[in-house]
């Protein structure tokens, strides 16, 4: 069952309204530059600085902990990155230009990489040097700009918003995780779609742009690949796209026609989980110097480690686990059942995040009340909160809230197996080595939480 919350009068007129979406995004591009400009000229010391506490803490509360989970890629749909490219490509920052022509080069991104490896990819470089990106303000500024200069430089040259299809390294996470969401933007009526020739909602029109994620919204299956913009709600003249509520974590239902490198994201996301939890907040301290000590002997093998349990050991330990229930069938391929089981990875991966992120966030939150007043850390006092001292938000019951997220993930993760082992005519047992891998994380995300 899903309720299509787009068909009431008012949401639909805000929605189909240029001036929310615009005016968002405006306000998340003002506190990205504000984040770059002290990050470049404010205090190095990071519990101080507006760069470090905005961007890693507060708004990485607000992405994992509330976003992603209850409303999927509606942060896509007013992220600053790709703003300024897309207004260059556009002519215009709110009312489209009569034919919705973009001013670009309009190349296609090459077949070979129409994928989310790449968006792996740079999720791995940015994780890998996260103990240094997470806390140097300069390092979180030169991040953010390179990430904008780089999107600037593919809508002049690519057509639409590849930057965010297919380079973004926090657009893939989202994408992936936002298939848990109670949220989607589908169809009402796909014949509608079927008996419309001119495709408005993907070419465009005079009412605005064809889809910048270079979606056919006819064909949307589930959440990774549309960005929530909205555009193909102004430019469908069928009134037939609607943004619905469902049942959560429906796109994973469908647990065939699963990608390899969707796989990849979750053993990925998994693997940095783990490494997160251990590094940043667990009682290690020489691993937190080391992984800061870039360049070093010490360092250099954290980055081997890192890239280790990535790419190899908890794939590898993932194959072994689909390998090690299933028969050999001609019709069914190992990567194939690979990537078809990896769907227990997104419940599993996401819940390990979010457990992460409680910890983390409400520990350092209170940060963020004395850097709303001095956000350069140059002395000011502009809102009087500056005075407002660090003090861990209620630090005994974080435990008592990852406990059960993290068994809510595990359990969700189970009945996708179960599903699948199904839906492939396998009994049950040929579940049970994934289920033995998704119980093994959890128990030790566990025992990291409550050692």
């Not at 299809?165 to 992936?176: A, E, K, Q």
């Not at 002395?379 to 008592?400: A, D, H, M, R, S």
Request: hydrophobic letters at 50%.
């Amino acid at each position: 069952m899903r309720y299509a919350i787009s068909e009431t009068p008012v949401i639909k007129r805000v929605l189909r309204s240029r001036w929310l979406q615009w005016s968002l995004t405006a306000l998340t591009l003002l506190f990205f530059v504000l984040a770059i400009i002290a990050g470049l000229a404010g205090t190095p010391a990071g519990n101080r600085n507006f760069g470090i506490v905005f961007v890693w803490i507060v708004w990485w509360a607000l992405l994992i902990l509330l976003l992603v989970p209850f409303a999927g890629r509606l942060w896509c749909g007013v992220c600053p990155i790709p703003a300024p490219g897309e207004w260059l490509q556009r002519r215009a920052l709110v009312q489209p230009r009569p034919g919705g022509k973009l001013y670009t080069l309009s190349k296609q991104w090459p077949r070979a990489f129409r994928n989310i490896w790449l968006q792996n990819a740079g999720f791995l470089g940015v994780a890998l040097f996260s103990s240094i990106i997470l806390t140097t303000p300069m390092a979180t500024a030169l991040v953010l700009l390179g990430f904008m200069i780089v999107a600037i430089g593919t809508s002049l040259v690519f057509e639409r918003r590849t930057f965010c299809r297919y380079l973004c390294p926090v657009g893939g996470f989202i994408g992936l995780y936002s298939q848990v969401a109670p949220l989607e933007l589908r169809v009402k009526d796909t014949a509608v779609c079927a008996s419309h020739t001119e495709k408005t909602c993907y070419t465009g029109s005079d009412a605005g742009y064809g889809c910048p994620w270079l979606v056919f919204p006819g064909g949307l299956t589930n959440n990774t690949t549309c960005g929530l913009c909205t555009e193909c709600l102004k430019t469908c003249t069928r009134d037939n796209i609607a943004i619905f509520v469902r049942q959560p974590g429906a796109d994973l239902l469908k647990t065939t026609g699963h990608k390899l490198d969707e796989a990849y994201k979750g053993l990925i996301m998994l693997a940095c989980g783990f490494i997160y939890s251990t590094v940043l907040i667990g009682p290690w301290g020489v691993l937190k110097e080391t992984a800061r000590a870039v360049g070093t002997p010490g360092w250099f093998a954290y980055a081997g480690i890192f890239l280790a349990l990535n790419l190899a050991v908890f794939p590898g330990l993932f194959w072994l686990a689909v390998r090690a229930g299933s028969i050999p069938n001609p019709k069914y391929p190992m990567s194939r059942l690979f990537a078809d089981y990896a769907a227990v990875l997104v419940p599993l991966g996401l819940t390990a995040w979010v457990a992460f992120s409680l910890s983390f966030v409400l520990i350092n939150f209170s940060y963020a009340w004395s850097v709303l007043s001095d956000p350069l850390g140059w002395g000011w006092n502009l809102l009087g909160t500056v005075g407002l001292k660090w003090t861990p938000y209620i630090p005994g019951l974080v435990p008592y809230l990852q406990v059960p997220v993290l068994l809510l993930g595990l359990t969700a993760a189970l009945a996708l197996a179960l599903r699948t082992a199904r839906q492939y005519g396998q009994s049950p047992w040929a579940a049970t080595p994934v289920a033995i891998f998704c119980a093994a994380a959890t128990l030790g995300l566990l025992g990291l939480y409550l050692a």
